[in-house]
């Protein structure tokens, strides 16, 4: 969509990358009639969770006489439920309408305990399907929480659209995003090219807190594919992907999201290389990000990655550590459900970029609070990936990987997985079990397999690198191991 601006700016952030292969936004002429949202969002809430049922009282007919408005609020007039009316000939909009200019009151009666666009249920008549479509204003859906909503048009005032214009262009461009994902995704692009802009200024890094920002504008779409991490009961999860993606049929495409919306794009990227892993010194590559919102992924393996991955949490939650089993590179692959417990690691994903293996089994604990996660990954085949999407990814900001790249990242990733993971565990005692039984040195004077926890005293990666290739470590001898 390509509503009005005042900022020029905007008009930038809002400009797709035009690669050839995106469907170009349809441009929908509009009059200035009926400019700014009719009704109000404490209109559309109030109305939204009517049922056939609630008790309504009309007073006298406000239309012009003679009009066909007229007749037709003369028969539903008579009606005294929500469900008659509806049946006598009234439209959703007529209920909006009237109700913002008290034509009628509510008197009693059911009402719904949330709005019935968000109800689900085979079992629905005619009144209820009509009270369903109640969506909220143009570019504030009532799905939204009150907070993205305050947010959203924060920002829509900042940059100068119109969202009820932008809304109505979001719902007829005919991709594959509905009208609230896009309106709240062309915001957070607009969002990006602003902080992007302030940062180049004063030649800073990117804040976690504007990328939070930006996070929390976003439009997630209910990506039902991803049944590897989705929580039992769940039938989707809000992540989306961007960057190359890998087709089911081997070849690979850049993802809808990451041409349309350059600017998110752009700043996701450099708060990566802003923020570089600390414990691994060379570049880091990377072709796809994955952009989570609020869900505690389910206890699963990355089998389409190579090399190692890096995350980071975002938001203000309790819970949400990250439980990671690095000694889960047995082929073939053992269920998931075999793993013990004992053998995780706990990381706490707030802190900074953390490195892992995302072939190895990891899972999110559940958390209460609003969190945001980004996991930037490289995909197997990468080498793959067309010229052409790879010189959209550079523009983008992406460090795409090499063969010699790669194999310098790998090198490093292990070295730098041996040694780091105790510093973004989350306690002592954790570390001390970690040592013990994951990284297990094959020393005779070692009890039995899993007897009791020692830890290396000094942890250098000369010992990490010796003990992960089954040789013993040149440094170990008296006092160099102790009990936890």
């Given at each position: ?340 417990a004992s053998d995780a ?75 780091g993971v105790r510093n973004?565990?989350v306690s002592a005692r ?55």
């Open positions: 969509a390509k509503g009005p601006t005042t900022a020029p700016a905007s008009k930038a952030a809002r400009k797709p990358l035009d690669d050839g292969r995106f469907k170009k936004r349809k441009q929908v002429q509009h009059s200035e009639r009926g400019k700014g949202l009719k009704f109000s969002v404490e209109v559309y809430e109030v109305v939204s969770k009517f049922t056939p049922q609630t008790r309504i009282k009309y007073g006298p007919n406000p239309k012009q006489l003679g009009s066909k408005s007229h007749d037709r609020y003369a028969k539903y007039a008579k009606a005294k439920t929500i469900g008659e009316a509806l049946e006598l000939g009234a439209k959703p909009a007529d209920l909006l309408w009237e109700y913002q200019r008290e034509h009628y009151k509510v008197i009693g009666g059911p009402m719904s305990s949330q709005p019935n666009c968000l109800l689900s249920g085979e079992k629905r008549g005619v009144a209820e399907k009509v009270l369903s479509s109640f969506r909220g204003p143009s570019g504030f859906s009532l799905k939204m929480g009150q907070e993205k909503r305050r947010l959203c048009e924060k920002i829509a005032k900042e940059f100068g659209f119109d969202l009820d214009r932008l809304h109505s262009e979001a719902d007829q461009t005919g991709n594959n995003e509905s009208a609230d994902v896009q309106t709240e995704r062309t915001l957070a692009d607009a969002a990006a090219e602003r902080t992007l802009r302030n940062a180049a200024k004063a030649r800073r890094k990117i804040k976690d807190e504007e990328l939070l920002e930006v996070l929390q504008i976003w439009g997630f779409a209910q990506n039902e594919t991803r049944l590897n991490v989705m929580p039992k009961g769940e039938k989707w999860v809000h992540s989306d992907t961007i960057g190359s993606l890998r087709l089911r049929t081997g070849g690979y495409r850049l993802t809808d999201p990451t041409v349309a919306y350059p600017n998110f794009v752009r700043l996701l990227c450099r708060w990566f290389a802003d923020h570089q892993p600390e414990d691994i010194k060379c570049k880091c590559a990377f072709t796809g990000i994955n952009v989570n919102a609020n869900y505690a992924a389910e206890k699963h393996r990355d089998a389409n990655n190579e090399g190692p991955s890096a995350i980071k949490a975002f938001g203000k939650f309790t819970g949400g550590t990250l439980r990671y089993w690095p000694k889960d590179r047995q082929r073939p692959k053992p269920p998931l459900s075999s793993l013990p690691v706990v990381m706490d994903l707030r802190r900074k970029l953390t490195l892992f293996d995302g072939n190895c089994a990891h899972a999110v604990d559940k958390f209460t609070g609003e969190r945001f996660s980004l996991v930037f990954f490289t995909t197997k085949g990468y080498q793959k990936i067309g010229e052409k999407d790879k010189a959209v990814m550079k523009k983008l900001g992406f460090q795409l990987p090499t063969p010699k790249l790669m194999a310098t990242m790998k090198a490093a990733a292990r070295d730098a997985l041996a040694r973004a565990a954790e570390i001390g079990i970690y040592w013990a039984n994951i990284i297990r040195a094959p020393q005779a004077g070692r009890r039995a397999r899993y007897g009791w926890a020692t830890f290396c005293c000094h942890r250098s990666a000369e010992h990490c690198a010796a003990v992960e290739a089954g040789r013993a470590c040149p440094a170990d001898g008296p006092g160099h191991h102790r009990r936890a």
